[in-house]
């Protein structure tokens, strides 16, 4: 059993899954605090909480879940998105726990960023670093859109997003996801081009993408060390890390490739 996540308190989210529920056959649930539709297949929870802080999703026991999201940019660029879940550096200004890294789930973010590729809109469509909350067992992914406040409330742009997001569910619950690999990423900014260039021609299933500014913190200190858990924390797990080589100055190549001999991961430097 699939599910789908949205916040009642999320215009976006809502508007994608009112879409969802509206055109594939979900029945109305009664009595349960959190779920409210289901077929035979999907379960569809509304929360009261931001997308981000459903740290008791676990509790719903589905095999993954797709939360349904808002987007935000500082800079207001819109953008179709689709991210794992956790944090790398020692805090967690949303959600999550400091350095710690939910269960990703590759092949089903690689389905979603195919469809939203193909989406018809003018507006970026991207994988997003992994980046805040929930902490989650259970493999999960953010399918997002957003940027500016425009976007957000953009129904047409949504209704696509979520027909998109819901024929890459159904592809993976038939067991059509495809993929030649699952990778780590590592390097590159916080939409990362090149990893989704990647992802879409070679079929690259990114579990979870360490950022640039994410390997050290503002003391100096590394956050590699949380590519331990990127090893296991990602169902199916990841055989090879993807180096956006250029983007790393000389200290970052230096540790990360030591890190990645440690933790016994061969690299592709991109």
Partial sequence: MMGIVYSKLDPAGSN?????????????????HYLKYENDRVRVYEIDVPAYAAEF???????????LSRHKSEAEVDALTTHSLGNWR???DFGGKPKELSFAAPALMLAVLSGLS???????????????????????????????????????????????AFSSLTSALNGE????????????????????????????????????????????????????????????????????????NSRMKEETIKKLNEIGLDDEKV
């Fill in 16 to 32: 994608m899954a009112e879409r969802i529920v509206k055109e594939n056959g979900f029945r109305p649930v009664d009595g349960h």
């Fill in 90 to 92: 020692p805090r967690a």
């Fill in 118 to 164: 193909e989406i018809d809109e003018a507006v970026e469509k991207t994988y997003e670093a992994t980046h805040h909350g929930p902490l989650l067992k259970t493999p999960s992914l953010f399918v997002e859109i957003g940027g500016s406040e425009n976007m957000v409330g953009n129904k047409s742009a949504a209704t696509k997003l979520a027909d998109a």
């Fill in 177 to 248: 996801a495809e993929f030649s690999r699952v990778v780590l990423g590592i390097g590159s900014n916080h939409y990362p081009e090149k990893f989704s260039g990647l992802a879409l021609s070679k079929g690259y299933a990114f579990s979870h993408i360490l950022p640039k500014y994410a390997i050290f913190n503002e003391d100096g200190s590394s956050n590699l060390d949380v590519l331990a858990q990127a090893m296991e924390r990602s169902e199916p797990k990841p055989e090879l890390a993807v180096v956006d080589w250029k983007s790393l």
């Fill in 57 to 67: 999703a676990d509790s719903f026991i589905c095999d993954s879940l797709m939360f």
